[in-house]
């Protein structure tokens, strides 16, 4: 089926949706990560359902029978994650009303500040009231993930979704190996970036950017959004080239994983990662990968360190090279000339003989 059917799904209230919630899929590929409401939007949302207004749409996939039967799962999200999580959160006692809450259909109820079960207890019809609220639940059915990727990225147009939510929702063979990149060990285990808005997903798709362009034209490219949605638009449907690309990029990520340790420190700036992947990448072309070590970047921060207090009362004795990587480190860091120009100095430190792409 190469298009797309709509239509408003029945028995949609909170608690029934609440009860059904192991048959629903709340992070297919294309959505954005779970919880990033603040505590005062969940508030005002259950505010919104206990007063009785209208609420946004919700749209679910409905999976064929067959899919059903081998997984169990009814539904997956395509919009409205965060009010379910909200809603849901709200049932279990995760947090409570907000405590200027005010029942407009009886200022006099004091309800401010209680919990779901303290409704419960106090006020029994509220809570009845609260769980037959009607969710406006629609129901999509398709066949084609890169159509329901594409309603999900069009509902979003009007919400501020960041670059790497935005490039997650286009679907796609290079979409994907983005993904499987950013559930490597390395991802997994080894850096201390937060996942938070699929960050991960973002040094992913920078890391098979700088491998792309290296073996399609020697050089390096910038690493920022435009060029990033360029490659995932080129590579939207060229399996055989995606698949090489991420064999190569793990053999690399590979060796990275043995030096790094777990929840590295050294791998906290989002600005370095494409550095030290080319760092291991040239180490390995050249035969040296023995030279890089965890001991060795830390002796390289550490002289970072030293030179920038030298500075502050000796300038003229400092190291012009590693001030500037300094500087470089703080501004531009997805420049390709920023890139190539670390590189070398951190290649040099190390003592590899290739220190340029």
Partial sequence: MSYIETSSLK???????????????????????????????????????????????IYFHIYDRETVSEKGIKYSVIDGRQRLETIW???????????????????????????????????????????????????????????????????????????????????????????????????????IIANKRYQHLEV?????????SIQESNKLVDTKKVYLDKFVQDNFDNDQKMDNLKNDVEVVLNEMSKVFSESDELLRAQGNMVLYYLLFRNAMQSSEIDKVSRRKLLQFRDELTTNRKIAENDYANSKFELLEFDRLSQQGTNDASNIRERLRVLSEFIGLSKTEI
């Fill in 89 to 191: 959160q709200f049932i279990e006692g995760k947090y409570n009303l907000s405590s200027d809450f005010e029942y407009q259909r009886d200022p006099g109820l004091k309800l401010a500040g209680l919990g779901y079960e303290d409704i419960a207890k106090e006020f029994p019809r509220i809570r009845i009231q609260f769980d037959s609220f009607v969710l406006p639940i629609v129901g999509v059915t398709t066949d084609d993930e890169f159509l329901i990727e594409d309603m999900f990225s069009r509902l979003n147009e009007a919400v501020p979704l960041n670059a790497a939510e935005k490039r997650n929702a286009m679907g796609g063979v290079a979409v994907k190996v983005i993904r499987d990149i950013s559930h490597h060990d390395y991802f997994e285990n080894k850096i």
């Fill in 204 to 212: 992913s798709s920078r890391i098979l950017l700088s491998e792309n």
């Fill in 11 to 57: 028995n949609t209230t909170t608690m029934l949706i609440f009860a059904e919630r192991d048959e629903i899929k709340l992070d297919p590929p294309y959505q954005r990560m779970g919880d990033v409401w603040t505590h005062e939007k969940k508030q005002l949302l259950i505010d919104s359902i206990l007063n009785d207004y209208d609420i946004p749409k």
